[in-house]
């Protein structure tokens, strides 16, 4: 088994440490166009993400489980040296393109990853605002299994993603040098992504890199400011509540059905989706009756 660090438990003092940065920043020097801090939105966040790690242990269990019956069968091995662990970082960040997207347009997934997105604000907390139900993400990383990559190895790989996903939740950060913005993912494009604007809607959804946004027709890139959230934004900040709204939705969705290919599309169509209204009945005049002949 590879012994990798956990990234994720090595880098929570920094994100700790940027985030009080981040929050005096704006206490100190005010910005009219920021979306800022708000207390209860960014305790909200940290609870989110706190409640994350404890689901995530139980998560792992049965993903473990199946990664592990995934690795044995298969006769491929790739060696964990620092030019595979290299490649490996593109090749998970590809899956991660696809998960993440698919996260958007298929409901039951949106159901997990809406909470990342149902904060109003964009700072280092919101990055925290993790789901507690990221049991949906496993069969899009199943390829590399069973090509060959260790289980331990994916999860370093996914840690390492996470880590450097944090830095780009920030309006303190403007566009970098044209290079850069063009290869990895920055916080101009991650703003984007969280925008709930319809030209910035379902765009952006690379974590290192940017080019797989690019290469697949999602790339959008930022032109006017952001205004963040959900096309239909929840007013709570109970964190059992931002982390199951969706969910209840759905339910109640599906108790409303009036068909099965209703509650198949209430589950596994995108979020917005809205069955075709039923044809209005017509009707048809009643027939006059015939006359009768004079004399009958």
């Known amino acids: 088994m590879p012994n990798l660090p956990d990234v994720v438990l090595w880098s929570i003092p920094a994100f700790v440490l940027l985030t009080v940065v981040e929050a005096v920043s704006y206490r100190l020097h005010p910005d009219e166009d920021s979306a800022g801090y708000e ?17 995530d242990l139980l998560w792992k269990i049965p993903i473990v489980a199946i990664y592990t019956a995934v690795y044995e069968l298969t006769p491929l091995r790739v060696p964990t040296v620092w030019w595979t662990v290299l490649l490996l970082v593109v090749a998970q960040d590809f899956f991660y393109y696809w998960s993440h997207r698919g996260h958007h347009v298929i409901r039951i997934l949106w159901a997990c990853h809406v909470v990342h997105h149902s904060s109003r604000k964009f700072n280092l907390s919101t990055a925290l ?4 139900t990221s049991l949906t993400s ?5 390829p590399m299994i069973a090509c060959g990559v260790h289980p331990a190895v994916l999860a370093f790989l996914s840690s390492v993603s996470l880590v450097y996903q944090f830095w780009i939740h920030t309006e303190r950060i403007g566009k970098l040098p044209r290079p850069l913005e063009f290869v990895l993912n920055t916080p101009s494009h991650h703003r984007v992504h969280h925008a709930s604007q319809g030209s910035y809607l379902d765009r952006n959804f690379g974590g290192i890199l940017i080019v797989w946004d690019r290469l697949f027709g999602s790339f959008a890139a930022e032109v006017e400011r952001p205004v963040y959230g959900l096309t ?6 109970n964190p059992l509540r931002v982390a199951t709204h969706e969910y209840v939705a759905i339910a109640r969705d599906l108790r409303a059905a009036r068909s099965w290919r209703e509650r198949a599309g209430r589950v596994l169509r995108g979020p917005g989706w809205q069955p075709e209204p039923e044809p209005a009945a017509v009707t048809v005049p009643a027939a006059a009756p015939a006359a009768v002949p004079a004399g009958e």
């Open 129 to 132: 605002r993790q789901p507690w």
């Open 232 to 237: 239909k934004n929840i007013s709570t900040y």
């Open 39 to 55: 207390t209860k939105d960014a305790a909200t966040s940290i609870g989110m993400g706190l409640g994350s790690l404890v689901f």
């Open 138 to 142: 496993w069969p899009f990383y199943l």
